[in-house]
């Protein structure tokens, strides 16, 4: 299994430009979610999805959006890419047991600078 | 929602020393607190979690408590060693029902062990 995979590993963005930041997982977790990482701020959730169509916010949305058409797949959009925006992202996913105490596995990161 | 408090930011101590690090929770509904180690430039990986229903959890050099009572959990690295280096983070998982839950992080402890 690869795990969580995340695309691309580095990107450099101008104000006002959109993309689209990758995750994919092979371990058909139902539970995915998008967190950024800044100095010192820890990592804070953006969006997450509990299945495929079911999407919903987390603590700093704003600026994101994302879909889960497929059980592997949860894209981040990046609307109109500010230099609030510059951080690192990871992408995680874990089994969903109907618990809440489910290990997280994350990706190796999308390093993402905004000028 | 929730908010997680972790102290100390940084940390340092000999080798062969105890390393202690402190959070706090404010959502009495969180029933999930894992433990995150984090290496320069990697992603955030597992160490130890533990459950609500748990008040101690012990993995070789690794430990965790947890009082739910007063909402506070902390992390114990016995004979630290100079890999033991990196960030750690706590966190803690409110489930929502539905398979919907939230994992939020406290900002982080560096820990530094000096050979």
């Known amino acids: 299994n690869a795990g969580v995979t995340q695309t691309p590993k580095f990107q450099v963005l101008k104000t006002g430009q959109s993309m689209t930041l990758q995750c994919a997982q092979d371990?058909?977790?139902?539970?995915m979610s998008w967190y950024r990482q800044d100095p010192g701020m820890g990592l804070r959730l953006i969006h997450y999805?509990?299945?495929?169509?079911?999407?919903d916010q987390g603590e700093v949305p704003n600026g994101y959006n994302v879909s889960r058409s497929t059980t592997e797949d949860f894209p981040l959009r990046l609307l109109s890419a500010a230099p609030s925006q510059t951080s690192v992202y990871f992408c995680?996913?874990?089994?969903?047991?109907?618990?809440?105490?489910?290990?997280?596995?994350f990706g190796p990161g999308t390093r993402l600078t905004v000028t | 929602g929730e908010n997680v408090e972790q102290h100390p930011s940084t940390l340092s101590v000999q080798e062969g020393d105890s390393a202690v690090i402190k959070c706090t929770y404010s959502?009495?509904?969180?029933?999930?607190f894992p433990w995150y180690k984090q290496e320069l430039g990697k992603r955030p990986q597992l160490i130890i979690d533990?459950?609500?229903?748990?008040g101690e959890k012990k993995d070789q050099r690794i430990a965790v408590t947890l009082n739910k009572t007063a909402k506070h959990f902390s992390l114990h690295i016995t004979e630290t060693q100079p890999e033991d280096s990196a960030v750690y983070f706590c966190a803690a998982q409110a489930y929502s029902g539905a398979g919907s839950y939230q994992l939020t992080f406290g900002k982080g402890t560096k820990l530094s062990v000096i050979p």
């Open positions: 371990m058909n977790h139902e539970y």
């Open positions: 959502d009495s509904a969180s029933n999930y």
């Open positions: 533990i459950r609500s229903n748990v």
């Open positions: 999805s509990v299945g495929a169509g079911i999407t």
């Open positions: 995680a996913s874990s089994y969903s047991s109907g618990t809440g105490s489910d290990e997280q596995y």
